[in-house]
Nanobody, 124 residues
């Protein structure tokens, strides 16, 4: 499985960005998907996750009401719509795929495959 993330950039506080992660190599609906982020000097943090068919989602408290995760299994792509961005959202964002868990994992270890990361910078 290969994951290719895109859509990062520089935006002012209050602005929006949409991240995309395109997958290849396996049936997309075989795996749960998630977005993680890592800011300089900080550990990896889950941002949002979505189940295989999009029926269940998870959001970190810090992004609830501002970010929306979605997926299009026909396009083998997962999205992260980020609105009302804040400077503290600045980080490298990674998409990840979990092939084996029955439930949606909210920590990094179960995720088998990772994208290359895309930088999001929010200026104040």
């Amino acid at each position: 499985v290969q994951l290719q993330a895109s859509g990062g950039g520089v935006v002012q506080a209050g602005g929006s960005l949409r991240l995309s992660c395109a997958a290849s190599g396996r049936t997309f609906s075989d795996y749960n998907m998630a977005w993680f982020r890592q800011a300089p000097g900080q550990g990896q943090q889950i941002v949002a996750g979505i189940g295989r068919y999009g029926w269940n989602t998870y959001y970190a408290d810090s992004v609830k009401g501002r970010f929306t995760i979605s997926r299009d299994n026909a396009k083998n792509t997962v999205y992260l719509q980020m609105n009302s961005l804040k400077p503290e959202d600045t980080a490298v964002y990674y998409c990840a795929a979990d092939l084996s868990s029955n439930s949606l994992a909210t920590f990094a270890r179960p995720y088998d495959y990772w994208g290359q990361g895309t930088q999001v910078t929010v200026s104040s």
